[in-house]
């Protein structure tokens, strides 16, 4: 059983707590300690604990020793393992004091261990100070994964985040899209307009970008130089080259002047697209198929530049 207990008011975005315990009225009175903090999800065993921290992505997890089929331990360690709750804070609040219990706590990969009955003002104190670390590493992250020009995703959480769709890939049916996007004659913008100006250039097709591949699980990153790269998860071959074609427009609907290019006119990109469907061969190599993905969308790239530029080429499956 999983539920939203209480909402924290307050400054957005609000972290969000996960209790687990198999005894309600414990429960209770831990989310009335802390509910001050963020908003609070309860679970009342260690298979709902897992089925909460995938659905609901908490910033932290109160976990409760001893319960009814998976124990805290085995939770914890659970919990470790899934796909972004390795920097998540786990604190034990459980009725085991003994040093055994507590280092197997650790060993498991909990951060703190409190015994019960706790104090409830101890329990708020290490509760928000396990939040403030997590939110300085949360914004530390985010300072190494996005770029430093343009302020989208930059090439480090392209690659994370692709690897991580290809492995998605092999445990569902949905496809997984990608689009390579370049400037077009971006060398010649350069040399006539500036430095400067070419990177105002690029922050305006990023903002373009970003504001129209705005589907949960889009990614919109900059692949390096004036190339940027989209990641399209549940877009099949069709669908994905329509969103290449409302990018081409988007950027081409900015109307930045570019004297320097063939016959004058705008910016505008090229575009190549490609699909991987699943079920994937040989899923133990993950980072090859990511490539292999890569490479489809370049080639498609190569040819829309090669048949004239400002076009999208490509869209068809990749073979897995």
């Given at each position: 059983m999983t539920a939203l207990l209480f909402m924290a008011h307050g400054a957005a975005p609000r972290s969000r707590i996960l209790i687990v315990d198999d005894d309600v009225g414990t429960i209770r009175l831990l989310a009335q300690v802390v509910t001050g903090l963020g908003d609070v999800v309860f679970a009342t065993g260690?298979?709902?604990?897992?089925?909460?921290?995938?659905?609901?992505?908490?910033?932290?997890?109160?976990?409760d020793a001893e319960m009814e089929g998976m124990n805290g331990f085995e939770t914890c360690a659970a919990l470790r393992l899934m796909p972004g709750m390795e920097g998540v804070p786990i604190l034990f609040i459980t009725a085991h004091n003994d040093a055994a219990s507590?280092?197997?706590?650790?060993?498991?990969?909990?951060?703190?261990?409190?015994?019960?009955?706790?104090?409830?003002?101890?329990?708020?104190?290490?509760?928000?100070?396990?939040?403030?670390?997590?939110?300085?590493?949360?914004?530390?992250?985010?300072?190494?994964?996005?770029?430093?020009?343009?302020?989208?995703?930059?090439?480090?959480?392209?690659?994370?985040?692709?690897?991580?769709?290809?492995?998605?890939?092999?445990?569902?049916?949905?496809?997984?899209?990608?689009?390579?996007?370049?400037?077009?004659?971006?060398?010649?913008?350069?040399?006539?307009?500036?430095?400067?100006?070419?990177?105002?250039?690029?922050?305006?097709?990023?903002?373009?970008?970003?504001?129209?591949?705005?589907?949960?699980?889009?990614?919109?990153?900059?692949?390096?130089?004036?190339?940027?790269?989209?990641?399209?998860?549940?877009?099949?071959?069709?669908?994905?080259?329509?969103?290449?074609?409302?990018?081409?427009?988007?950027?081409?609907?900015?109307?930045?002047?570019?004297?320097?290019?063939?016959?004058?006119?705008?910016?505008?990109?090229?575009?190549?697209?490609a699909t991987m469907l699943p079920p994937l061969a040989g899923t133990e190599a993950w980072t090859s198929h990511a490539n292999t993905l890569v490479a489809d969308a370049d080639r498609a790239l190569y040819q829309a530049k090669a048949r004239g530029r400002n076009r999208v080429a490509g869209g068809d499956p990749a073979p897995a």
């Open positions: 260690g298979a709902d604990a897992l089925a909460a921290a995938r659905d609901e992505s908490p910033d932290i997890v109160l976990l507590e280092v197997r706590a650790l060993e498991a990969g909990a951060v703190d261990f409190i015994a019960k009955p706790f104090n409830a003002r101890i329990v708020e104190a290490r509760v928000r100070t396990h939040l403030t670390l997590k939110q300085r590493s949360d914004a530390l992250l985010r300072l190494a994964t996005i770029d430093g020009l343009t302020g989208i995703a930059n090439r480090r959480q392209f690659d994370a985040v692709l690897v991580q769709e290809v492995r998605r890939l092999a445990r569902g049916t949905a496809p997984l899209s990608l689009a390579l996007l370049d400037v077009d004659h971006f060398k010649l913008y350069n040399d006539h307009y500036g430095h400067q100006a070419g990177d105002d250039c690029l922050r305006a097709v990023a903002r373009a970008m970003a504001g129209t591949a705005r589907r949960a699980g889009d990614l919109v990153a900059r692949f390096g130089g004036e190339e940027f790269a989209v990641l399209l998860p549940g877009c099949d071959p069709a669908q994905a080259r329509t969103m290449a074609e409302g990018l081409r427009r988007t950027v081409s609907d900015l109307a930045l002047p570019h004297a320097a290019r063939p016959g004058k006119g705008h910016v505008t990109v090229s575009i190549g697209v």
